[in-house]
């Protein structure tokens, strides 16, 4: 339906403009889009005519026919389409396929609908430049996109989650709540923490470190370059340079910018013999990176240039593997229910054609994964041959509040850096043994998961990470004295206090607070003063009965140490 609906827009677009040249319209996710060549550029006012003349064509409800014809009579159909014969000279069959309908003839492979009125709800919703085939040495050509559902409600249910997603559009409340910058001064894909944003960020990590200590791992720092020789013994070089920068020059040696931590870590292992009883080491580190990325892909926080990630390495004994992962997974579970992600979908990939490696090795790996997964009873899918050509992995996706699906962890095994980098052990026969190796990150890279979590919240972030988690509102200019000593108090107790001292009315302030999504707002007024207690109003509009000030600092720095949503 979506493809047919392509076609209905492109006789429409024919209709209204005879002189147009025709690209290629599939359908995709959700709808359909078709790239045209046109005399002139499409304005958004064009949409609803170009729609108006699809309903006409859906309610003609005429007949989709399908015909096979040579080669030589397509050339002669599509003379003057000059992006249609430059297809059809790549097909390599005698007969082609076209598909009409009223006066609009595709060549197309179909299938399509048996005829236009069997086109539901559809709406065309935006046009946007496209190179024709992709690349930039070709003309751009227009593109319109088209959304179409079995039915009105359905279409309309999408349209709402679309109105939502921007809403949520970290980009848009980045901005609005002074989370982050991205300016261009400083280059694309590179991100400034803002003092707030930078709160949340060490919320986060103050969080996370705790959390790796008291699970048994130990912290490494390690540096922002590296010499060229690393990353020819690590691969990288080999296999990822087009990920990485161009080199550096010092004292005529070559150092590269880090996409990875890996090499570093596998250099602190190597610096001492290891014994079994050393084993398993789990070293952890929020390294920053830098990997290349195309310009035209860089978005928001979501896809940046350089980032944070969350990485450790796991080596271990053969005996200790299957523990190993259970634990992280257990370990990544726990990290991602914390920040309120309720659902997990598990990817395993395994062993593909081209891969390196003992067959034992994969086979025990992928073998422990399994059953590691299954005992968890998450829901999994299984993507035979898809693992790096390095070691068979798992990936845990996450569902936001808008039920999109994002990659947070993964736990991915290498048989390959143990042996370039010749890591050993030495196990109770006395002999040298290779470890394995698992690199995992849990939450991934901390700026995509910090746009993450400012969608998945709309940016009203949970008391624990919430930036400023109260607002103390004086009434009036003269108990800003008060207001001040009670901020004072809930410093000292760990809560982020702030005072909105400014000669603004009360209600103007609330309003303020309210659109900072500040989860408490504590006025003071002479009332207040008197009865020695503070009136609280929660973010939801929720107004708590006087209380004590110690009574709201004991509620307030339990809900922190609980990470409860408040
Ligand atoms: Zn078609
Ligand atoms: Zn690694």
């Avoid at 304005?43 to 609803?48: H, I, K, V």
């Avoid at 790549?90 to 009409?100: F, L, M, Q, S």
Wanted: hydrophobic content about 40%.
């Amino acid at each position: 339906m979506r493809h047919s609906a392509a076609h209905v827009m492109a006789e429409a677009v024919l209709a209204l403009f005879p002189e147009a040249k025709f690209g290629i319209g599939p359908a995709i996710e959700d709808g359909f889009y078709y790239d045209f060549d046109l005399p002139r550029p499409l304005t958004p006012e064009d949409l609803p005519v170009i729609e108006a003349k699809m309903r006409e064509i859906v309610k003609a409800d005429l007949p989709f026919t399908h015909r096979e014809i040579t080669k030589a009579e397509a050339r002669k159909l599509f003379a003057g389409q000059p992006y249609k014969l430059e297809l059809l000279e790549e097909i390599p069959d005698e007969k082609v396929g076209v598909y009409e309908q009223g006066g609009f003839t595709d060549l197309c492979r179909g299938p399509h609908l048996a005829s236009t009125g069997q086109i539901k709800a559809f709406r065309l919703v935006n046009t946007a430049g496209a190179y024709w085939r992709g690349s930039e040495r070709n003309n751009m050509l227009q593109r319109i996109y088209g959304l179409a559902f079995e039915n009105e409600k359905e279409l309309e249910a999408h349209l709402a989650l679309v109105e939502e997603a921007k809403r949520r559009d970290h980009r848009r409340l980045g901005k609005e709540l002074d989370l982050f910058l991205t300016p261009e001064e400083i280059g694309g894909g590179l991100v400034i923490y803002t003092p707030k944003g930078g709160r949340i960020r060490t919320t986060i990590e103050d969080f996370w470190r705790q959390e790796h200590f008291a699970n048994g791992y130990e912290l490494l720092y390690t540096p922002h370059i590296g010499l060229s020789k690393l990353w020819e013994v690590s691969g990288h070089l080999d296999h990822y340079k087009e990920n990485m920068y161009a080199p550096i020059t010092i004292d005529e040696q070559e150092y590269y910018l880090k996409p990875m931590n890996c090499p570093f870590h596998m250099l602190a292992y190597k610096s001492r013999t290891r014994s079994y009883r050393d084993l398993p080491l789990r070293w952890a580190e929020l390294g920053t990176v830098y990997r290349y990325e195309r310009s035209g892909v860089l978005l928001g926080l979501m896809r940046v240039r350089g980032f944070t990630q969350d990485d450790a390495h796991i080596i271990c004994t053969p005996e200790q593997m299957n523990d190993e992962i259970a634990e992280v997974l257990r370990f990544s579970l726990y990290m991602l229910k914390t920040f309120g992600f309720a659902k997990y979908k598990v990817y395993l990939s395994t062993r593909p054609a081209d891969s390196i490696g003992e067959e034992s090795r994969w086979e025990d790996a992928q073998a422990a994964l399994h059953r590691v997964i299954e005992a968890s009873g998450l829901p999994f899918e299984v993507d035979e041959g898809g693992g790096a050509f390095y070691g068979p992995k798992i990936d845990i996706k996450i569902e936001d509040a808008l039920g999109r699906e994002w990659q947070a962890t993964t736990i991915q095994f290498d048989f390959t850096l143990p042996e370039r980098f010749d890591m050993t052990y030495i196990g109770p026969d006395g002999r040298e043994h290779r470890p394995y190796m698992i690199h995992r990150a849990l939450l991934g890279a901390w700026e995509r998961f910090f746009g993450l979590l400012i969608e998945h919240y709309a940016g009203a972030f949970p008391v624990w990470l919430a930036p400023v988690q109260v607002k103390v509102i004086p009434v009036a200019d003269r108990h800003n004295d008060h207001a001040a000593k009670i901020s004072a108090e809930m410093k000292k107790h760990g809560v982020r206090a702030e005072v909105d001292d400014r000669s603004e009315r009360m209600n103007q302030k609330i309003r303020q607070a309210q659109l900072e999504k500040i989860p408490y707002m504590v006025i003071v007024g002479d009332k207040e003063i008197e009865g020695n207690s503070v009136s609280v109003r929660c973010r939801s509009g929720e107004q708590l009965p006087a209380m004590p000030l110690a009574e709201f600092i004991e509620r307030i720095t339990k809900e922190i140490a609980d990470k409860s949503l408040g």
